[in-house]
């Protein structure tokens, strides 16, 4: 199986037309087949822009190209709108790289999501993360009608249902499958949090792959979590990459801190931003620092870096972090991926540039 490009058994006008995936896989997806690999996998999110032009997610999906197996475009998070995930991993797909589709329940009900789960699969998505979404109340348009016709742990069945059962919700059959890999989200921080473990157990059982925490600035509550996550024996069931991501300044931890349910910074971690010169410099070494502690559990198959509005920074944070000098290129072809993706990214800037001319 080439990792050049999702794999393409055939083409039509231009789309590819997907046969079955590899033994053991549910998709085509370089994602996939690089976790089964036993690879450490790298994944991060690109904010998606207040705007209609593809040049903004072109731009920022560049920087992210060279350093991630994939890229998770957010739909709507903290129920701020921005352009829709379904839009960017268009455009993702078009420029050959790995999306995430991220899919909350918040904002549409069961007939939306699966119209737009085989639409996004026909398009050479290969990746679905399942979120059941942050309240419109916390928002910036509080005015707006939530959904949740469906949470996350019926999103995962109900997309599971249409992937391996061929049917829709209402019976009705499938004639081509959205080849996906399913993920959800895990929060190992958020209270009680000896539920967590139990919260994952529920969505593997409803077809959750693949987990993406939220942010793990604290190691050692982290190593609790995943104590018990190998207790349960969810880390043989799922594939775990751990939240990771850039502090900009001591003010931005005191604010997540208080603000966002489930995110923890130890006061270490604060006062060194406090006592930095270099703020940003300071939240990038101690990302770096975390990433390499990460790899290190048992059970983290992986990190997934947030790095709100700093694209820019991941390439550099994960270059430095070191994570990736164990590949081999014998193992899964990654010289040729790697290779793939910064030719990748080159095109895209290029393209940017040319426009910029016009």
Do not use: F
């Given at each position: 199986m080439s990792l050049e490009n999702e794999p393409t058994p055939g083409d039509l006008f231009g789309y590819a037309v997907p046969g079955d995936p590899p033994p053991g896989h549910s998709s085509h997806g370089r994602l996939e087949h690089l976790l089964r690999k036993g690879v450490f996998t790298i994944t991060a999110e690109l904010n998606p822009p207040d705007s209609a032009n593809p040049r903004d997610v072109f731009s920022r999906a560049a920087?992210?190209?060279e350093a991630c197996d994939a890229i998770n475009a957010t739909d709507n998070s903290g129920a701020n709108v921005h352009m829709s995930s379904v839009g960017v991993c268009a455009?993702?797909?078009?420029?050959?790289l790995a999306p995430v589709?991220?899919?909350?329940?918040?904002?549409?009900?069961?007939?939306?999501?699966?119209?737009?789960?085989?639409g996004a699969a026909a398009m050479g998505v290969c990746n679905i993360l399942c979120l059941t979404g942050d309240g419109v109340g916390i928002g910036d348009q509080p005015e707006a009608k939530p959904v949740f016709d469906l949470d996350s742990i019926s999103l995962l069945e109900t997309i599971r249902a249409m992937r391996d059962d061929r049917r829709f919700l209402s019976g009705r059959t499938i004639t081509a499958p959205p080849r996906v890999f399913l993920g959800a989200a895990a929060n190992p921080f958020s209270p009680p949090r000896d539920f967590r473990p139990l919260r994952m157990a529920k969505k593997i059982a409803?077809?959750?792959q693949f987990f993406q925490t939220n942010y793990c600035f604290d190691i050692p509550a982290f190593e609790e979590f995943m104590t018990r996550v190998r207790d349960l024996g969810l880390h043989e069931k799922s594939f775990i990459l751990a939240g990771a991501g850039p502090?900009?300044?001591a003010k931005s931890a005191r604010w997540m801190n208080s603000r966002l349910p489930g995110i923890h910074i130890p006061d270490a971690a604060i006062k060194r931003m406090e006592g930095a010169t270099d703020p940003k410099k300071e939240g990038r070494a101690i990302c770096v620092e975390l990433i390499q502690q990460l790899k290190e559990i048992e059970g983290v198959h992986g990190v997934h870096i947030m790095a709100y509005r700093q694209?820019?920074?991941?390439?550099?944070?994960?270059?430095s972090s070191?994570?990736?000098t164990d590949r081999k290129a014998e193992d899964i072809g990654l010289a040729g991926l790697r290779h793939a993706q910064a030719v990748r990214r080159n095109k895209l800037l290029q393209e940017l540039a040319g426009d910029e001319g016009k």
């Open positions: 920087v992210l190209a455009l993702l797909t078009h420029a050959d589709m991220q899919v909350s329940c918040r904002d549409r009900n069961r007939l939306s999501v699966q119209g737009d789960v085989l409803a077809g959750a502090l900009p300044s694209e820019e920074m991941v390439a550099d944070i994960v270059q070191g994570v990736l």
